[in-house]
């Protein structure tokens, strides 16, 4: 094998590799190396792994093996999120239980980890599908249900007509359902939540742990998903009800802008009332309303709709009285769902009274012309004017003096509202954790004792697994019907099963301590390994998986079993492999199969091409890079280290120092940059010591010690993108042990320093002194070295007459 043949390779390394396990890390106390957690998201079991894991993989093992090379004790696990629709989908298909395509994916996908080089502890694998795994989830939900955390609600819902499951709020995207893309309509169900929103200011409020740490971008989408505000509840009489109905504002100092007042069309509010005369309006505008989601609702380009109630309302400050309409640009569940509209000062308000003839009055003068003149409304700072006590006050002023006023006549209140909501946890789907509650008619709700979990799932298949609208659980009756764990009576099983997202709550604690059976997790060994120190993964999580991790992490803190409240301290989204130009998909027929160019390139040419192709978080697309050349490069590296003619152990010193200028200058930058991300730049620092090495070596220097020196620096970091290569070369350099781990070299700060030139000193005309000066120097600088001079002094008598200096080779003195 003296030609570089990449399948040989694998060949030869893979199955040592598999035997000696060596990425593995050491729970002992005994160890005293510092730890690191790296943490890669883990996979969807679908199918074989695709370009984009490819991708993921490849940067995520640069970091685990970068720090395994500095001598770290490295935790990098892995394991499988194999709960979920796709499973369920296929079974139905071939009339098969979802674990048989889920476990025989699983394998797939490990034997392609193995041969994409990926520097895991297997022995902490785990599945989520696993009754050892998700009997913890179970275990969780009960802990979460004794502090009030899991709940039952009745209430509107978003539901996927073609999944045939309900969706929490985070999973519809743009109206449609993240996973099939259908339109989700909104149902009215009795569903489980886990009460997040007790922990809307504590994720806000945790996030400044995270920055610096975090992308910014990941960080702003959290915060506006949390969608903190500060505003005043003010209470409207309606006339004719005893109850007054309560509106959220941010802008309460335009209280004596309101023209009307707006119900959210499917509030119960809607319907109580609604005057007996509009009733039928009414149900025919639900009708058209239900089938909006709500990001088509609160658009703002959207044609507004709505309905007059016949019903008036009274503005607490000055007794005028103002329509009452239902309208779909106000939700049921956000705030009260019903608001005071100002159109003059708010778009969507100034849109719908423009539309039906409803009056606009301005009450904050902003300098800007009449909205009920241009139609655009003046949200911003000004005076307040047609506003009683608030005239002649800014906006600011007025916010704080009209909540004075309503908090003293106790018809309204400063308060702070988030757009986070509760997060809906019950699936009506067979795949994934069942719910561990039995509902008793005497008792109510009733969680399943924990020394009886797991509650496993019974034995469907097939058409049993069909969407039907209710849970495939229900016709199990056998798994149904249970004894009621507290009275004994005869009780039913929920039906449900938890969001998938439960399982990747809190994956990465179990990693700590796989197969521990007193808890989910032991809290010693996490303690020990947390938090993470670098994730990565796709920045479609930004707000489902990270948001719901750092819940769950909360919770855990609070129950006293983690002692950090944020679990990720540093995130990296990669970007996606495209091809083309564009996402890679079916019906464009552009997908490139991660197996084939393994096959045609071999490993370390994909991942190299991965990690040579941009920075990390920028897409690559397949079409502009190239596997074939990052191959030849993996040859031309190859045949330095074949080339190498010295022994190994050969003292470096006394190698050709300009090679070795070249190879602690890469020891020093490639180590920032790989610290910094810049992995890209960091290959092409290795490129050129490549080229560097190969011209000392054409130039009859192969047993040159720097030579030497330089090959055995390339293949240790190249053994991070290149893992194949770089051992095979460590073995031809004849170094023993594996190339991979604890061989990071230091740069030898003496050989850091640039290369000096000669500078000459002339005084009158006649050279008195040469300085050995950096190229870098400034005219400055240079001029008082040579006056600093001992050879210069003598000549001199003060103050110069003139000097010119040209630096960095000439100083040229006149007396
Ligand atoms: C009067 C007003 C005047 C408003 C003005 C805004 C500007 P954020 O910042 O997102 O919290 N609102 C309240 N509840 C609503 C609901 N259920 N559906 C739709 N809109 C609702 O937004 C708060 C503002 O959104 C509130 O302040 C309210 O309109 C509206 F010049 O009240 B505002
Ligand atoms: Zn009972």
């Known amino acids: ?203 806000l409020d945790d996030m400044a742990q995270l920055e610096g740490g975090w992308p910014e971008r990941v960080l702003t989408m959290q915060r506006n998903w949390i969608g903190r505000s500060e505003g005043a509840d003010v209470q409207f009489v309606i006339d004719g009800r005893d109850e007054p109905v309560t509106v959220y504002t941010t802008r309460p100092d335009t209280l004596f802008g309101a023209t009307f007042f707006v119900v959210a069309v ?106 009920g003149e241009t139609g655009v409304a003046t949200p911003g700072e000004g005076q307040l004017v047609n ?66 979990l797991p509650v496993t799932l019974p034995d469907l298949r097939g058409e049993a697994l069909a969407p039907k609208g209710v849970s495939p659980l229900a016709s199990a009756t056998d798994w149904v019907n249970v004894e009621c764990p507290k009275c004994g009576g005869a009780a039913q099983r929920d039906t449900d099963t938890m969001d998938t997202f439960v399982d990747s709550s809190w994956y990465f604690l179990r990693y700590c301590s796989p197969g521990y059976n007193d808890g989910p997790f032991d809290v010693e060994q996490v303690r020990k390994w947390g938090p993470i120190d670098q994730y990565v993964g796709g920045v479609e999580h930004a707000v489902l998986h990270l948001m719901y991790s750092r819940f769950f992490t909360k919770v855990l803190h609070d129950m006293g079993m983690v002692d950090f409240v944020e679990p990720f301290v540093r995130l990296m989204n990669q970007g996606q492999v495209i091809n083309q130009g564009k996402a890679m998909s079916k019906s ?49 590296a190859f045949r330095v280290f074949t080339d190498v003619t010295s022994e190994p152990g050969v003292s470096f010193d006394e190698g050709d120092l300009e090679l070795r200028r070249v190879t602690h200058r890469t020891i020093d930058e490639v180590t920032k940059l790989v610290e910094s991300h810049k992995f890209n730049v960091a290959v092409a620092r290795m490129m050129e010591l490549t080229s560097a090495a190969r011209k000392a070596i054409d130039a009859g220097k192969s047993a040159d010690p720097a030579v030497r020196e330089a090959a055995e620096t390339l293949a240790i970091m190249l053994s991070l993108a290149a893992p194949y290569t770089a051992e095979e070369g460590w073995e031809r350099l004849g170094r023993t042990g594996s190339v991979a781990i604890g061989n990071w070299p230091v740069a030898d700060p003496a050989l850091l320093v640039q290369d000096s030139v000669t500078c000459v000193v002339q005084v009158a005309g006649k050279v008195r002194d040469r300085l050995e000066v950096s190229p870098e120097i400034s005219e400055g600088d240079l001029l008082a070295l040579a006056m600093d001079s001992e050879r210069v002094k003598p000549f001199l008598n003060g103050e110069p007459r003139k000097v010119i200096v040209r630096a960095p080779k000439l100083v040229n003195i006149v007396p």
Request: proline share 6%; hydrophobic share 40%; aromatic share 12%.
């Open 1 to 203: 094998m003296s030609e570089y043949d990449p399948q040989a390779l694998q060949d030869k390394w893979l199955p040592i590799w598999e035997q000696k396990d060596p990425f593995r890390a050491e729970e002992g106390e005994s160890d005293p190396r510092e730890r690191r957690y790296m943490l890669d998201m883990f996979p969807y079991p679908s199918g074989d792994l695709h370009m984009g894991h490819g991708e993921v993989f490849a940067l995520g093992d640069v970091v685990a093996r970068y720090w395994f090379q500095k001598g770290y004790n490295v935790l990098h696990p892995i394991g499988w999120d194999s709960f979920g629709l796709p499973a369920e989908n296929a079974a139905i298909k071939r009339n098969a239980h979802p674990g048989e395509w889920t476990y025989a994916n699983i394998e797939t996908q490990a034997n392609s980890f193995k041969r994409y080089a990926v520097s895991f502890d297997w022995s902490r694998r785990l599945h989520t599908s696993d009754a050892d795994y998700f009997k913890w989830n179970q275990w969780l939900f009960n802990r979460f249900f004794e502090r009030g955390l899991a709940y039952r609600k009745g209430g509107l819902v978003n539901w996927c007509p073609n999944d045939q499951t309900v969706l929490a709020n985070e999973q519809v995207v743009a109206g449609r359902c993240e996973r099939c893309g259908a339109d989700v309509v909104r149902r009215e169900l009795t569903q489980w939540y886990f009460k997040i929103t007790d922990y809307a200011q504590r994720l």
């Open 266 to 371: 499917d509030a119960a509010l809607a319907d109580e009332i609604c005057d007996p005369s509009q009733r039928e309006a009414l149900e025919a505008y639900k009708r058209e309303a239900a089938k909006l989601s709500d990001i088509e609702r609160l658009a703002t380009d959207k044609e507004k709709t709505g309905v007059f109630l016949g019903r008036y309302a009274i503005n607490p400050v000055n007794g005028e009285r103002i329509p009452v309409w239902a309208a779909d640009y106000v939700l049921a569940d956000y705030g009260h769902g019903a608001i005071m509209a100002v159109p003059a000062h708010d778009q969507r308000d100034l849109d719908f009274a423009l539309k039906f003839g409803l009056p606009v009055k301005t009450v904050v003068h902003t300098g800007l012309a009449d909205p």
């Open 387 to 452: 506003s009683g006590p608030l005239d002649g006050l800014t906006k600011t002023e007025a916010i704080g003096r009209i909540i004075e006023i309503l908090e003293a006549d106790g018809r309204g209140t400063g308060t702070v509202n988030f757009r986070l909501r509760d997060w809906l946890l019950s699936r009506q789907r067979f795949w994934g954790t069942p719910i561990p509650i039995i509902h008793c008619p005497d008792c109510g709700e009733v969680p399943v004792p924990d020394e009886q």
């Open 588 to 636: 464009l027929g552009n997908g490139v199969d991660l197996g084939q160019q393994i096959d045609a390139f071999g490993v370390d040419a994909v991942r190299l091409t991965m990690v040579f192709a941009g920075p990390p978080e920028d897409d690559i697309d397949w079409a502009d890079v190239s596997p074939h050349a990052s191959q030849k490069y993996l040859a031309r």
